[in-house]
């Protein structure tokens, strides 16, 4: 089965700094997606960025960017230029290509604070 | 704005009633799905439709039962609910076979 984890339960980052966000994930699979998904207060689950795991070329969203890495099976979040609206918990997410639809697997999520 | 809409946004409940919780989308999808979102748990997924069909149910009891009369709407009828069963309720949806999900803002439900 496959499982994600997401090692920092809490992060901080300064207004207009950089931050990182980890993931691992463990599978078997070799084709599969990988998401990035954003839970404000509002507590709706927003997608941030999303990656094909065929797809040697990191996805990249205005200010998020990833870092996937399929043999070591990590897929970290880059956040530049931080804004305070970027303060969330982060959930990354693993889908098998062709799986069993609806089926994400997440993360226990990443809290970032931002502070101004 | 969100392409999809839950209602209501919060709920408390009895463990004797019966109660619905309601999610319409407005993205022209075909598929559309129930989470579980518990304090202290990843997301679980409870329920998949498909063209208004079930297509998964992932072992949820019997006291939560969905229903999808059309595409565009998805109903979660509660009953005899039990207190562990207090959680965020998010409504998503896709195109059938689509491999991105967009969310809800959840139902928050209290059962006392």
């Known amino acids: 089965a496959q499982t994600v984890t997401q090692s920092q339960p809490e992060m901080s980052v300064q207004e207009a700094e950089t931050v990182t966000l980890s993931c691992t994930y463990d599978t078997s699979e070799s084709d599969y997606y990988l998401f990035w998904y954003k839970q404000p207060p509002s507590r709706q689950m927003i997608l941030v960025i999303r990656?094909?795991?065929?797809?040697?070329q990191n996805a990249t969203e205005n200010r998020f960017s990833v870092n996937f890495q399929k043999a070591a099976k990590s897929f970290s979040l880059k956040i530049s230029d931080s804004q305070l609206g970027d303060a969330a918990m982060y959930f990354c997410a693993y889908r098998s290509y062709g799986g069993s639809q609806g089926n994400l697997i997440f993360g226990k999520g990443t809290k970032l604070s931002v502070k101004p | 704005e969100t392409g999809v809409t839950q209602t209501p946004r919060h709920l408390v409940m009895g463990m004797t009633n019966k109660k619905s919780l309601k999610c319409e989308q407005h993205l022209g999808h075909n598929a559309m799905y129930w989470y579980k979102q518990s304090a202290k748990k990843p997301l679980e997924l409870m329920f998949v439709y498909n063209f208004k069909e079930q297509t998964e149910n992932n072992s949820v009891p019997s006291r939560f039962s969905p229903e999808c009369p059309n595409s565009s709407h998805l109903f979660l009828h509660l009953h005899t609910l039990q207190p562990e069963d207090s959680a965020l309720y998010l409504c998503?949806?896709?195109?059938?076979?689509?491999?991105?999900?967009?969310f809800g803002e959840g139902s928050w439900l209290t059962v006392v």
């Open positions: 990656q094909e795991a065929y797809k040697q």
């Open positions: 998503a949806s896709s195109q059938a076979g689509g491999n991105t999900i967009y």
